[in-house]
């Protein structure tokens, strides 16, 4: 029984790529994983993915769980860049354009 | 690394929030502490619109649009439902910008605190309406810049200051009051957590910069709200079981630099920032010694 209009459609179908203006790119042999930017991100656009998929000059920091960027729905805020401790997220100019 | 706050996450991407949007990370974070068994009624305000249009939804828990002056009936309604159906252990929220708290809401707000029902309210205050268009709101402090408070040649900012809806709730004995702010998620959590352990209402005001209404770039909302409290402009607290306890103390770092960021306070003279420092000041004195107050009573 339903009594109320449902929306069962997740927000997950509306990319927000096009929104970018700048894009920004995580530069991982910098990169401590400390999920700052996953943290402070207002488009929850980061995806978390298990160590060992990315590459760091540091064994013990490429073994933990690191931080990407799902660039469907990045909006380019540029927030991580901002916050990141280590300055290893550049922002750059986005090329795609998107009609 | 350990994660700082829980992984688990309630709030979908591809909402339509502007760049930057403190709201959205306040609703974040309220969702990542509260979890699944969690009802949220929203008034108008900017989370009516950021879900997207209807069969889109951005929450994965059940959302209740209510009218603007309507959030505290609301919950109080939806809580003794509950309670009827056994449902004890369900989160009823409500989460209402600061025009639907401290303007239009303020008294369906009181009453539901009055009457003691078992909710959450969070106030995600980003300082004026800005849905509609960066409007003044009860919540905007002195010397900002708004469309209806334009500056013009007579420097019409606002003259008033802030109302602060977190030191009227505690003046009414409201069981669980606290600040926060998104600069802080670990501390903002704490507090959900810690109001969870008490039966009866709980308000939480949560400063959200908006990025389009303070006029500053979206990349700054961070630094933006952690300037505030370690400014002492916009100080965290917890008041619980008649105890208030300031949970982060003030860094000397100047009102000034907090003001300059923001371009809604362009048109504020040498005496008007005076003016606000000294405000901060008084403020933060104010809390300091109520803190003393109740914690030797």
């Given at each position: ?25 995580i530069k991982y042999d910098k990169c401590i994983r400390c999920m700052i930017c ?16 990315l590459e760091s000059?540091n064994?013990?920091v490429a073994?933990l769980?690191a931080p990407v ?15 990141c401790p280590e300055k290893c997220i ?10 | ?297």
């Amino acid at each position: 029984m339903i009594l109320a209009p449902l929306a069962d459609r997740s927000s997950r179908a509306n990319h927000t790529d096009s929104w970018r203006i700048l894009k920004p790119e995580i530069k991982y042999d910098k990169c401590i994983r400390c999920m700052i930017c996953w943290k402070f991100c207002p488009d929850n656009a980061f995806t978390v993915v298990s160590g060992e998929e990315l590459e760091s000059p540091n064994p013990r920091v490429a073994a933990l769980e690191a931080p990407v960027i799902d660039y469907d729905y990045c909006k380019g805020c540029g927030i991580c860049a901002n916050e990141c401790p280590e300055k290893c997220i550049e922002m750059g100019i986005e090329t795609k354009m998107v009609i | 690394m350990p994660f700082s706050i829980p992984e688990q996450e309630l709030m979908e991407p591809g909402h339509t929030a502007c760049h930057g949007c403190g709201a959205t990370l306040s609703m974040r974070y309220v969702l990542k502490a509260l979890g699944k068994d969690t009802v949220i009624s929203v008034p108008a305000a900017c989370w009516a619109v950021i879900p997207g249009a209807m069969p889109n939804r951005t929450l994965d828990v059940p959302m209740v649009y209510t009218p603007f002056a309507a959030t505290g009936a609301v919950i109080s309604g939806l809580r003794e439902a509950f309670d009827i159906q056994g449902k004890e252990d369900f989160n009823v929220v409500g989460f209402a910008g600061d025009g639907g708290t401290a303007d239009i809401g303020l008294q369906s707000l009181s009453g539901a605190m009055e009457r003691g029902h078992n909710v959450f309210y969070f106030m995600y205050d980003n300082e004026g309406y800005m849905n509609t268009g960066v409007q003044r709101s009860g919540s905007t402090p002195y010397g900002a810049i708004t469309t209806t408070t334009p500056i013009g040649k007579d420097r019409n900012f606002k003259k008033q200051n802030k109302k602060v809806v977190a030191d009227l709730m505690m003046a009414q004995g409201v069981p669980y009051v606290a600040t926060a702010t998104i600069a802080y998620p670990e501390d903002l959590i704490r507090k959900v957590n810690n109001a969870k352990k008490i039966n009866g209402p709980k308000f939480i005001q949560i400063l959200s910069p908006c990025p389009v209404g303070w006029y500053f770039p979206p990349e700054k909302s961070i630094e933006v709200s952690r300037l505030a409290v370690q400014s002492g402009i916009f100080p965290l607290y917890e008041f619980q079981n008649g105890v208030l306890k300031v949970t982060k103390q003030p860094r000397p770092v100047s009102v000034r630099e907090y003001l300059s960021m923001q371009n809604r306070f362009r048109s504020l003279d040498e005496d008007d920032i005076k003016k606000i420092e000294k405000y901060a000041e008084e403020r933060m004195e104010y809390l300091i010694g109520k803190e003393k107050e109740t914690q030797s009573s």
